[in-house]
């Protein structure tokens, strides 16, 4: 059984940081590809990154692309976000996914899904 478990959510001050963990297991994670997504209330769940096991990275919005960094570390089956220089509008549910042979920004594309970590940051 594959269980996917997100962590490292919080409260922050405007320009503090944060850095997601997710956690896989049940999957073969270093052959796996892995994926960010956020959903803010009222919103549809937004591509953040995606981390192909191979190492490609792929960021969504250009506002996350120069404050956030994925990355892996297939050891402890985990990967991470480093999100830098938070604002409010970054304020969402952040969900981490697991695809075996795709490599998306769709989420429809994912086979596993974490239950989200909230990331709330006030102005």
């Known amino acids: 059984q594959v269980h996917v478990v997100e962590s490292g959510g919080g409260l922050v001050r405007a320009g503090g940081s944060l850095r997601l963990s997710c956690a896989a297991s049940?999957?073969?994670?270093?052959?796996?590809?892995m994926g960010w997504f956020r959903q803010a209330p009222g919103k549809e769940r937004e591509f953040v990154a995606a981390?192909?096991?191979?190492?490609?990275?792929?960021y969504g919005a250009d506002s996350v692309k120069s404050r956030f960094t994925i990355s892996r570390d297939n050891v402890k089956n985990t990967v991470y976000l480093q999100m830098n220089s938070l604002k409010p509008e970054d304020t969402a549910v952040y969900y981490c996914a697991v695809v075996w042979n795709r490599y998306s920004d769709s989420t429809t594309e994912y086979d596993y899904w974490g239950q989200g970590t909230q990331v709330t940051v006030s102005s």
């Open positions: 049940g999957v073969a994670f270093s052959t796996h590809n």
């Open positions: 981390l192909r096991w191979s190492g490609d990275i792929t």
